[in-house]
């Protein structure tokens, strides 16, 4: 018997060390499986956050208010946020959005870095680049909206960069354009000698052949910029890349004549053959389509193509309008909304831009009686019941056609936005 106890011995504290190590086990598996839980947590609680926090508040909300269809759509917002988290959203109404950016700038020489009046403002690449300058945004929240993820950010970087600079999760994607253009097919009946223009140089001509029948926005429009901006760009298309390439550079005293030389002389060209000689000039895209309507102009253009036929069923534009894209490009961007680095109510903005971005709201905005503003969601991100909210069951005859812009080109650096317009007041500025 004394033989046989050394080895109970062993075997009592084997089965000890082994009941030990399964203890430990199942205790390090606890405790992982309480890290990942609480890692769990932690990556929603941002969001709970966010979502407590936003509730029962005011948003101020600086857009645009020039379009009576994009002020009704934004009041459709407002109710459904309201409904949602009890948030009052108050559009505040801007003929241009520089009028935000100067409040916020303002507020900011003043030392107001908690209190600011601006909530969330629509913002173009421009004004992005100006507040980014003077470090006036918000930083790293759009990129956490839950949302945001069926934009496809990883492999879409129309919402990650604005005007080829990074938002740095500044902005939240909001909608998609592309510079389209539209004709009464009453007036351009397509015919052998007169066919609507595809390109800049065949637009000179047709305007020269039909005088009076066109015309743009009056800059600082941003409708007008854009045409400028796209001449611009086409007039360099044969142009030395070192003279070319400067359209992706900022504009500066040494480079500014240079580049805008050829768009002077195009437009002395063409102003002469506008609507009313180039002497006055339409307030913006909204003015320019009731033109239009009223058969004064026969050719026209936008920057969101769901508007065209979203017009002609408002009975805004008559129903023998068509669209079209120009054969040698087409200007396009992504437009943003974005939060001021002092705005009062930063989490309840949130929340809206959050729900901007919303299959729901993004769907409801497409359609062309509401908006026919182009969604920025990427359509293999959703699931089939949200992909169903997109669908129409038959284009509208003035609609853009599927796959009609055979080409896209880039907006230049946003500060050459600045010297054009002021080299177009400079030379064309006229009363309204």
Known sequence: MPAIKPWLTLTRYRLYWVALGFFLSICVGITASTAITHTSIEEQSYWQQIETQGKNQEVYFYAWGGDPQINAYLQWVAKQVKAKYNINLVHVKLSDTSEAVSRV???????????????LVWIN???????????LLLKQWSNQLPNFTLTDPDNNPAVTFDFGIATEGMEAPWGQASLTFYYDSLAIDGSENNKPPTTLNELSRWSAQHPGRFSYPKPPDFLGMSFLKYALVMLHEQSPESIKSQLNQPATKQNTALV?????QFLDKLHPTLWRKGES???????????????ELSLAFTFSAPEVPAAVQRYDLPTSIRSYAMDDGSLSNTHFVAIPYNASHQASAQLVANFLLSPTAQAHKQKPHIWGDSTVLVQSMLSPEQQALFKISKPHPSALPVNSIKRTVSEPHPSWVEAIMQGWQMRYGVSP
Request: hydrophobic share 35%; net charge negative.
């Open 105 to 119: 700038l303002a507020e900011k020489s003043a030392h107001n870095n908690r209190q600011g009046s601006v909530d």
């Open 125 to 135: 690449g421009a004004n992005f680049a100006t507040m980014n300058e003077h470090s």
């Open 260 to 264: 805008l030389e050829p768009l002077w």
């Open 281 to 295: 000039f339409t307030q913006s895209g909204a003015q320019m389509r009731r033109l239009v309507d009223d058969t």
